[in-house]
């Protein structure tokens, strides 16, 4: 069946470092994968997709992701850190039937 | 253009009691899904609605039930209220019913809590 592991349960990083979160999944066939961030009393918020082609993905305030078929994984990057980026960070995999599993999150902290 | 607006904000109820909640989607979106977010977890998908008829559900018992209206706003009905139905209800909006081809933007979700 289709999942998502997110191993980090939370990760703290400085402000202007750079970040890495780690997703992993399972799926047999080729995954559409996504990321989204989730700030406190907001929505689910999309920050980037990978159906098929490139697999380093361009998303919106300055992440990234790369999808690696061999190691299973979709992490999202980005090369400095803002104390704004501190929110929930979860991963995704479509998983037919007009389904989406999500990842159990990664929160962020950032520190000044 | 609005967003994607749900209702009530926050909610009590009793175990065994029933409860309704409602999604109002985005201009132009045909598509309602429904998630459950126990603290803690990530969204559990519960089902869609496409066009009033529901074409995709998720694992949860048939308590869990919706509706969506023909200016495609929706509502969750779960009946027989259980204390782990205790979570954020979001709810989800897009144009068609792939979610891996339209995106789907979220309201900010109903938070309920079932003592």
């Known amino acids: 069946a289709q999942s998502v592991t997110q191993p980090d349960i939370h990760i703290t990083v400085s402000e202007g470092a750079s970040l890495e979160l780690r997703c992993n999944y399972s799926?047999?066939?080729?995954?559409?994968l996504f990321w989204y961030v989730q700030s406190p009393g907001q929505g689910l918020q999309l920050l980037l997709k990978?159906?098929?082609?490139?697999?380093l993905v361009q998303g919106i305030k300055g992440f990234e992701a790369e999808f690696k078929r061999s190691q299973s994984s979709f992490n999202l990057r980005k090369p400095s850190v803002h104390w704004s980026d501190a929110a929930e960070y979860f991963c995704?995999?479509?998983?037919?039937?007009?389904?989406?599993?999500f990842g159990a999150g990664t929160r962020l902290t950032v520190k000044p | 253009e609005t967003g994607v607006t749900q209702s009530p904000t926050h909610l009590i109820k009793t175990r065994g009691q029933q409860v309704t909640l409602r999604c109002s989607s985005q201009?132009?979106?045909?598509?309602v899904s429904w998630y459950q977010q126990a603290l803690g977890q990530g969204p559990q998908f519960i089902f869609q609605?496409?066009?009033?008829?529901?074409?995709g559900r998720g694992n949860f018992p048939p308590r869990f039930s919706g509706l969506q209206f023909p200016n495609y706003s929706s509502e969750l009905n779960v009946n027989a209220l259980e204390l782990d139905d205790s979570a954020l209800y979001l709810c989800?909006?897009?144009?068609?019913?792939?979610?891996?081809?339209?995106?789907?933007?979220f309201g900010p979700g109903t938070r309920l809590t079932v003592l």
């Open positions: 995704a995999v479509g998983a037919g039937n007009n389904d989406m599993r």
């Open positions: 799926y047999g066939a080729t995954p559409y």
């Open positions: 989800a909006s897009r144009t068609g019913t792939d979610p891996s081809y339209n995106e789907q933007f």
């Open positions: 609605y496409y066009r009033e008829e529901e074409n």
């Open positions: 990978y159906f098929s082609g490139d697999t």
């Open positions: 201009s132009g979106h045909n598509t």
